[in-house]
């Protein structure tokens, strides 16, 4: 059984991740989405609460025959991949700009771990312009957001606006 490692911030997940998840699920028995816990980045959204949204979200998608698990991690990709034996990682390209840091992400991870390989998958044209960090900006800017994350997360922080954006 082949065991994905599918790695973010998910600050917030959108239908980009949403997309690509599917995708990996036509390769992968077994999806590991790993939130990534960085420091020095300030989130949206805690990271316990990104877990629980993540898991939530997880329950409507279309993924015959694909256990999905979320966990949270605060190492390097690699070695929380290895931890979670996991033999690829897969990484969503939205864009150019996207594939070239990819690729150098991808050559340095190979050389940390040359076991792991790294799994490309391109989102569909019509989510490809979903960001978190877009999707951040407009919500703090009282934009909509409803056509870019799931419902379960819109609904999250039109509820919890008021705390999140102070």
Avoid: W
């Avoid at 917030?12 to 960085?38: L, R």
């Avoid at 929380?80 to 990682?89: F, G, R, S, T």
């Avoid at 939205?94 to 799994?119: A, G, H, K």
């Avoid at 877009?134 to 409803?146: A, D, M, P, T």
Wanted: aromatic share 6%; with cysteine; proline share 4%.
């Amino acid at each position: 059984m082949n065991r994905c490692f599918f790695p973010g911030s998910f600050d917030p997940f959108t239908f980009g991740h949403k997309n690509i998840i599917e995708k990996a699920s036509a390769v992968s028995e077994h999806i590991i989405i790993g939130i990534g816990q960085h420091h020095e980045k300030n989130s949206l959204i805690d990271i316990h609460t990104r877990e629980s949204l993540l898991n939530e979200s997880i329950k409507s998608m279309k993924v015959p025959n694909t256990q999905i698990d979320v966990i949270i991690f605060d190492s390097l990709l690699v070695q929380a991949a290895k931890d979670n034996q996991c033999n690829i990682i897969i990484r969503g390209i939205r864009d150019t700009s996207d594939l070239n840091y990819e690729l150098r992400m991808y050559n340095t991870n190979r050389i940390i771990e040359p076991n792991i390989e790294t799994l490309f998958i391109p989102t569909d044209n019509d989510l490809n312009h979903i960001s978190s960090s877009l999707v951040r900006q407009i919500y703090k800017l009282g934009g909509s957001i409803e056509s870019l994350v799931p419902d379960n997360v819109n609904k999250y922080l039109i509820k919890n606006i008021n705390s999140i954006t102070k």
